[in-house]
């Protein structure tokens, strides 16, 4: 035989051996794993942890005391009851109405008359006052102004008390129109009257004074909260506040906010709560500044410089500012836990030493996270860097001495077994990636098509929309890596275990960058290392690694506490986050935040446990299992009714606008514009789309030609809220005028030239409504260099730049609003239009005129409708 005859003999003989090798290693692989079913039924026993333990948990609630156990100096949730029953039968509470400014104020001074009988004369003090403040500030870009709004505001303090120090516990009984504010925040009103009844009727005292803030201004938006902390006698004591308000009803209440830098406080908050539910990561994503809402607590630290809790209720966030936000959603048991717990922090906190001087004890952020309800973990936000760090960096050192250990036991170099780690590693990070892009891809198609918000009456359907796809891009890179690869030298259990080591330093690089970027949100990637890193380091020790799949017993083990937490912790943000995307506005796609945030839970509480289904024969199928579940749920979410976003009474579509009669006068006094329609500010993703199959919009059309020619579109656009969607307000004509109750009036009273010569000095009264606005628009060379309002908007034109927008509303005064505006002009000449001036006036609880009513009674039952008469005059000095 001739060498090159030779040479391709043994080639052919070292193929033909290399490839009978593989062949045996396949079958070998296969008769080591699990039975199939195994893949499968593991699916279903994850399933069934979550259904039996997470939402029990959730959702579980303390058994309500009765009128039997007042004995007891504990807080009575049935009589809670009976006072949120009378509150709710008064329905709406909008600053400056009857219910709220006269019969609201009324029952709860008459609830506070019948405490005060109760109080313990020889140990405590009780003082009320009614506070009626004025005043303004900015907010979101608004001149916020209020007058005569009121506060009942109680303190109940110890006999012969010497502290200067003052505990302050806030909420708000007034309501947004239509809610009969029951949940939003009555819930917390009356929890606050039952807590100062136990306390100041039991002989357990106390060392510093509290502060009871019964708020009536907090929804217009926050003006009660400041009209207190900047003007109230009693303000400058206080040191520590707990806010209490409501985006939900019916559920546990959430602490969200704690601090600013004062880690001390939520040591408190979890030796006295004894319902613990709350963590950091939420006040992390409430400060973003991404959801739409806000509460007193940012007034009271930026005002006051106060520290606390900001405490809401979250759950059914559903009814939250609408008609169905009554009494019936709200079971005893959430009273109960809520009064246990506000009870429990007053008691403590009102006998703080760190009240004394709590800027000593600013010793920075803290982390916190409730587990299943059960307990509060807290620690440092220092002692969380170190922590996130160590915990990352194990994980990497020992992913390194385990792919040591894959190298000695499989007779290849360290280099070699290092080099198939960075292989997974990528294989890895490409799985990552799709595990939170395909959610995101479905999210995307979805609303492309129209189909946005298809979970919304029913979150179940996101495990077929988001949990899915996520699972599939996470674990399928790996899985066709294995079918395609077979390593020859490393066992196949190692290389699982590979790819499981990939998954856990991608984590561990997100954990140190987040850290890096000072998240402390970043506490989720750390413990879910912890519970990946224990059973690492106990497999290496007892050599559990070394035989076949032995290593997996621990580590499923030990999946389940990250398991049951991450599932948790995200069902809580899904819960309060879900209702939240129905009023998100129209022009973002909130399915992008549910589905990136649901997939992240996906991959940390699952994200191991799926690579393991290489462990089992036929793993396809639990990929399969998977996929039919994303079809029908795909299927059911675009084809059937189950997909509707939209039910009466539980789910409704809120759908505010108003009937608006809008003139426009030219300088010298002429009507260029008298038109009439509705003006609708949708705030959900499908806007009018559900709407038209039942109510005429034919002419709807949008105001974005208006905006560009008029100032804030030449409407009476009602708030901050309707202001910022303003690009998105849609119009519809009506030919038969509108003619709203009565017409604000702004009379000049005064007008000056200056003693300089190039500054113009009007004055201004306004009467009309409790609820208007004042547009200002100067022309090009003039600017307003004073005004009666907040100072600071006209100080910084970069960030408040004209046209301005002053919002004024009043409680229980109805006076004229006097204000004044100084004109700036170079040349002196103010013989020429100067100023636009728009005027609108809301008439918030009046029906309108019976086109009007006729028009509103043609909505579907899904709808939520907030609407009323407004008016809107432009005037032109």
């Given at each position: 035989m001739g060498d090159k005859d030779k040479l391709i003999n043994d080639e052919?003989?070292?193929?033909?051996?290399?490839?009978?090798?593989?062949?045996?290693?396949?079958?070998?692989?296969?008769?080591?794993?699990?039975?199939?079913?195994?893949?499968?039924?593991?699916?279903?026993?994850?399933?069934?942890?979550?259904?039996?333990?997470?939402?029990?948990?959730?959702?579980?609630?303390?058994?309500?005391?009765?009128?039997?156990?007042?004995?007891?100096?504990v807080f009575i949730a049935e009589r809670a009851y009976n006072t949120l029953s009378g509150l709710a039968s008064i329905g709406t509470k909008v600053v400056g109405s009857q219910g709220n400014e006269v019969d609201t104020v009324q029952y709860l001074l008459n609830q506070l008359a019948i405490i005060k009988e109760e109080i313990l004369d020889d140990?405590?003090?009780?003082?009320?006052?009614?506070?009626?403040?004025?005043?303004?500030?900015?907010?979101?870009?608004?001149?916020?102004?209020?007058?005569?709004?009121?506060?009942?505001?109680?303190?109940?303090?110890?006999?012969?008390?010497?502290?200067?120090?003052?505990?302050?516990?806030?909420?708000?009984?007034?309501?947004?129109?239509?809610?009969?504010?029951?949940?939003?925040?009555?819930?917390?009103?009356?929890?606050?009257?039952?807590?100062?009844?136990?306390?100041?009727?039991?002989?357990?005292?106390?060392?510093?004074?509290?502060v009871f803030l019964l708020?009536?201004?907090?929804?217009?938006?926050?003006?009660?909260?400041?009209?207190?902390?900047?003007?109230?006698?009693?303000?400058?004591?206080?040191?520590?506040?707990?806010?209490?308000?409501?985006?939900?009803?019916?559920?546990?209440?959430i602490l969200f906010q704690s601090g600013p830098d004062s880690s001390w406080l939520t040591e408190y908050y979890k030796k006295n709560a004894k319902h613990p539910f709350g963590t950091s990561m939420a006040e992390e994503l409430f400060q973003?500044?991404?959801?739409?809402?806000?509460t007193d607590f940012g007034i009271f630290n930026t005002y006051g410089g106060l520290s606390?809790?900001?405490?809401?209720?979250?759950?059914?966030?559903?009814?939250?500012?609408?008609?169905?936000?009554?009494?019936?959603?709200?079971?005893?048991?959430?009273?109960?836990?809520?009064?246990?717990?506000?009870?429990?922090?007053?008691?403590?906190?009102?006998?703080?030493?760190?009240?004394?001087?709590?800027?000593?004890?600013?010793?920075?952020?803290a982390i916190f996270f409730d587990v299943l309800g059960l307990y509060l973990v807290t620690y440092s936000a220092t002692n969380a860097v170190y922590l996130n760090y160590a915990v990352a960096g194990a994980t990497i050192l020992l992913v390194f001495l385990s792919l040591w250990r894959i190298a000695v036991k499989s007779n290849i170099t360290l280099e070699t077994a290092l080099l198939w780690g960075i292989v997974v590693l990528v294989i890895q990070v490409i799985g990552f990636v799709l595990g939170v892009a395909l959610p995101i891809v479905v999210a995307y198609v979805m609303d492309k098509y129209g189909l946005s918000l298809s979970y919304f009456s029913h979150p179940i359907l996101l495990i077929g929309l988001y949990v899915c796809p996520s699972l599939l891009g996470l674990s399928l890179p790996a899985y066709i890596y294995f079918k395609l690869q077979r390593n020859?030298?490393?066992?196949?259990?190692?290389?699982?275990?590979?790819?499981?080591?990939?998954?856990?330093?991608?984590?561990?690089?997100?954990?140190?960058?987040?850290?890096?970027?000072?998240?402390?949100?970043?506490?989720?990637?750390?413990?879910?290392?912890?519970?990946?890193?224990?059973?690492?380091?106990?497999?290496?020790?007892?050599?559990?690694?070394?035989?076949?799949?032995?290593?997996?017993?621990?580590?499923?083990?030990?999946?389940?506490?990250?398991?049951?937490?991450?599932?948790?912790?995200?069902?809580?943000?899904?819960?309060?986050?879900?209702?939240?995307?129905?009023?998100?506005?129209?022009?973002?796609?909130?399915?992008?935040i549910v589905s990136a945030l649901t997939a992240l839970g996906a991959l940390l509480s699952l994200g191991f446990l799926i690579l393991l289904v290489n462990v089992y024969r036929r793993p396809s199928l639990v990929f399969l299992v998977l996929l039919a579940i994303s079809g029908v749920t795909i299927y059911a979410a675009t084809s059937t009714q189950v997909g509707f976003p939209y039910r009466a009474k539980t789910n409704v579509q809120r759908v505010p606008y108003l009937q608006v009669r809008r003139t426009f006068y030219e300088y010298d006094g002429t009507v260029s514009k008298d038109e009439s329609g509705y003006l609708f500010n949708f705030q959900d993703r499908r806007k009018q789309a559900p709407l038209e199959e039942y109510v005429n919009l034919t002419g709807l059309i949008s105001l974005e030609d208006d905006c560009d020619k008029y100032m804030f579109c030449g409407v009476p656009l009602f708030d901050s809220r309707w202001v910022k969607a303003k690009a998105e307000a849609m119009w519809l004509p009506r030919e038969e005028p509108i003619n709203p109750p009565s017409i604000p009036t702004l009379e000049l009273l005064n007008k000056t030239v200056l003693a300089d010569s190039t500054t113009l000095y009007l004055e201004f009264n306004l009467t009309g409504p409790d609820h208007m606005s004042i547009f200002l628009q100067p022309y090009e060379d003039v600017t307003i260099s004073n005004w009666t309002f907040v100072?600071?908007?006209?100080?910084?034109?970069?960030?408040?730049?004209?046209?301005?927008h002053v919002y004024h509303s009043y409680g229980i005064n109805d006076g004229p609003l006097n204000f004044f505006l100084e004109l700036e002009k170079p040349d002196g000449d103010f013989d020429v239009p100067l100023l636009q001036v728009g005027i609108s006036g809301h008439f918030i609880g009046n029906e309108g005129d019976e086109q009007a009513i006729e028009f509103a009674d043609s909505f579907p039952p899904f709808s939520g409708l907030v609407q009323w008469p407004a008016s809107y005059h432009r005037y032109i000095y």
């Open positions: 052919s003989i070292e193929e033909g051996s290399t490839t009978s090798i593989t062949k045996k290693v396949a079958k070998v692989v296969v008769k080591s794993q699990l039975p199939w079913y195994f893949g499968t039924g593991s699916l279903l026993f994850w399933g069934l942890l979550f259904f039996s333990i997470v939402i029990p948990l959730f959702y579980r609630l303390p058994t309500p005391l009765t009128i039997n156990d007042s004995n007891k100096g140990f405590f003090d009780l003082e009320v006052d009614i506070q009626r403040p004025t005043g303004s500030y900015i907010w979101s870009l608004m001149a916020n102004h209020y007058h005569n709004i009121q506060n009942i505001v109680v303190k109940l303090s110890p006999k012969n008390s010497t502290s200067e120090s003052y505990l302050l516990v806030n909420s708000h009984f007034d309501s947004k129109p239509t809610s009969p504010s029951v949940g939003d925040a009555g819930h917390m009103i009356v929890s606050v009257l039952e807590v100062l009844r136990i306390i100041g009727s039991t002989r357990q005292t106390f060392t510093h004074p509290i708020n009536g201004a907090e929804e217009n938006p926050l003006q009660g909260s400041h009209g207190f902390i900047t003007q109230h006698k009693w303000a400058p004591f206080c040191k520590a506040v707990i806010n209490l308000d409501a985006a939900g009803s019916g559920g546990r209440e973003t500044g991404l959801l739409p809402s806000d606390g809790f900001d405490i809401a209720q979250v759950i059914n966030g559903y009814v939250y500012h609408t008609l169905n936000d009554r009494i019936d959603v709200i079971p005893l048991g959430a009273l109960q836990n809520t009064g246990d717990n506000l009870l429990g922090l007053v008691r403590a906190l009102s006998n703080a030493t760190e009240l004394f001087d709590p800027e000593a004890y600013e010793t920075g952020h020859p030298k490393i066992s196949y259990p190692s290389q699982i275990q590979l790819a499981l080591h990939g998954y856990a330093v991608v984590l561990a690089v997100l954990a140190i960058a987040l850290n890096y970027y000072g998240l402390r949100t970043t506490y989720v990637f750390t413990w879910t290392l912890i519970f990946y890193v224990i059973p690492l380091a106990l497999n290496l020790l007892l050599t559990l690694q070394d035989r076949g799949y032995a290593w997996t017993a621990l580590l499923k083990i030990a999946q389940v506490f990250p398991f049951l937490y991450n599932s948790y912790l995200f069902y809580t943000f899904i819960t309060a986050l879900t209702p939240m995307m129905g009023r998100y506005g129209a022009s973002t796609n909130p399915d992008l100072h600071t908007m006209l100080e910084n034109s970069t960030t408040y730049p004209a046209p301005y």
